[in-house]
């Protein structure tokens, strides 16, 4: 097993414990006995718990981020942008449950990575869906008469919503109930706030 093998390994299973026991109450020994490695090596590769914890939100954010700025393709229509968004949290939820978990229970809700860089992760967020609901509106597709912030809170808030119901109660994701949920949120979502035509 080389070096990124055990990396990933280690990172499989602090994902596993921070999500059954939480950041505060996860000991690097509890994430070397799940990876079923030795404590020296957890520290070898990571060196702490903090860091180890911001390596798994980092690429929690960057994926994030990557997907919300392909959605400033102007060429993508404007409800498959908020489909694809929708997907990409819904996609995260069923290919790496623990890590949506760990973001709805750990970062979003947890004062513990309320720091300046997590609070810079959550602004960058915010901007992007704030120039994408600006772009619909632009476009015509969304009323004017409402801001894009509160655009984005609403969007946001619903998916957010969506999410932690399904977290916090471990419900298993079909095909079916995937489409509902797009749809409901679309729906709840474009109600009010899509041009009269």
């Known amino acids: 097993m080389g070096k990124n093998d055990k990396q990933d390994l280690i990172i499989e299973a602090a994902l596993e414990v921070f999500r059954d ?19 020296g090596l957890v520290y070898h590769y990571f060196g702490s718990k903090d860091v ?23 060429s993508i229509d404007f409800e498959q942008k908020l489909i694809n968004i929708i997907r990409f949290f819904l996609d995260t939820y069923i290919n790496k449950p623990d890590l949506i978990a760990i973001f709805v229970t750990e970062v979003s809700r947890s004062s513990v990575y309320h720091t300046p860089k997590g609070l810079a992760n959550f602004q960058k967020t915010f901007k992007h869906f704030e120039d994408i609901m600006g772009a619909g509106q632009k476009s015509g597709f969304l009323r004017k008469d409402i801001g894009t912030h509160y655009l984005t809170y609403i969007f946001l808030g619903a998916i957010e919503a969506f999410i932690s119901v399904m977290v916090l109660g471990k419900e298993p994701m079909t095909k079916e109930r995937e489409q509902r949920t797009i749809n409901s949120i679309i729906q709840v979502f474009l109600y009010g706030a899509r041009v009269k035509v």
Do not use: C, E
């Not at 109450?25 to 030795?38: H, L, P, Q, Y």
């Not at 180890?52 to 994030?64: E, K, M, P, R």
């Open 21 to 39: 026991k939480g950041y505060a109450n996860t000991r690097m020994a509890d994430i070397a006995k799940r990876a079923g490695v030795s404590y």
């Open 52 to 74: 180890l914890f911001d390596v798994i939100v980092d690429t929690w954010w960057n994926s994030a981020h990557a997907t919300f700025d392909a959605q400033k393709d102007p």
